[in-house]
């Protein structure tokens, strides 16, 4: 693995990667999400107790998902680029960063819609939201840090350190609703036993968490391949790839 993945170090042949996998990742995660909306909001039962709002689960549920997902993947970036000064993965650092941002945002945005209809508030300071929202506060604090800095190298650094202190804040998500007595519910689909869903639900559910995870993937790869050009602006690689597209 290690073998095959070493080549990518290198900014030029990490480019070239980005540049052929986002498109299909785009494109299969655009398929996939359409149908799992689809199914979701036309096609799964309501649910008994909380009629149609239950269906906009296929949106929060993947987004809080992979708001952690993309924060454990900037952590493990911030890892490799601290001890192995690779520079692609200080750059993968920048690139994630706003993604997981977004999904974070996108999950607070869609509980509190849920909430309000189903608790009578659209916000408590409840464990798992509050761990959540310092989520969000940690993504923009590992932002602001990296674009702080003129030399990028330093801010990677600064940024890269402040990413893997704020990986403490994950399993407090995660297990938040076990651990306190809180007001939302437990787990549906990550617990170890089986899924407290319904098939019916659960298989858009899935449908929905692949896709979205693929857009992740497939946007952070468009954004790291860009961070590559905008910091490689003057490697004579890079002057070469524009002239080939001028001419």
Not at 75 to 97: C, E, S, Y
Not at 131 to 147: C, D, K, P, Q, R
């Amino acid at each position: 693995m290690w073998k095959w993945l070493h080549p990518y170090a290198k900014t030029d042949r990490a480019y070239q990667l980005c540049g052929q996998l986002w498109p299909w990742l785009a494109g299969l995660s655009l398929l996939i999400l359409l149908v799992g909306f689809i199914w979701g909001l036309a096609f799964a039962p309501a649910d008994y107790q909380q009629g149609d709002s239950f269906r906009i689960i296929y949106l929060h549920v993947p987004s809080a998902i992979w708001s952690m997902g993309a924060y454990s993947a900037m952590a493990i970036a911030a890892f490799i680029g601290l001890v192995w000064q690779i520079r692609t993965a200080n750059m993968a650092i920048a690139a994630i960063a706003p993604v997981g941002a977004v999904m974070t945002l996108i999950a607070l945005i869609t509980g509190a819609a849920w909430g309000k209809p189903m608790w009578g508030t659209w916000w408590v300071w409840d464990a798992r939201l509050t761990s959540e929202l310092i989520l969000l506060f940690l993504y923009l604090g590992v932002m602001a840090l990296y674009n702080a800095f003129d030399d990028k190298q330093q801010g990677a650094k600064a940024s890269g350190v402040m990413a893997l202190i704020g990986v403490v804040n994950l399993p407090i998500i995660h297990f938040s609703v076990e651990w306190w007595n809180t007001l939302h519910q437990g787990a549906t689909i990550t617990k170890f036993a089986k899924p407290s869903i319904d098939n019916a639900m659960l298989w858009p559910l899935l449908l929905s968490l692949l896709g979205l995870g693929l857009f992740v993937a497939a946007a952070s790869l468009y954004r790291l391949q860009n961070e590559i050009l905008r910091r490689e602006i003057h490697r004579p690689w890079v002057v070469k790839l524009i002239q080939g597209q001028e001419d």
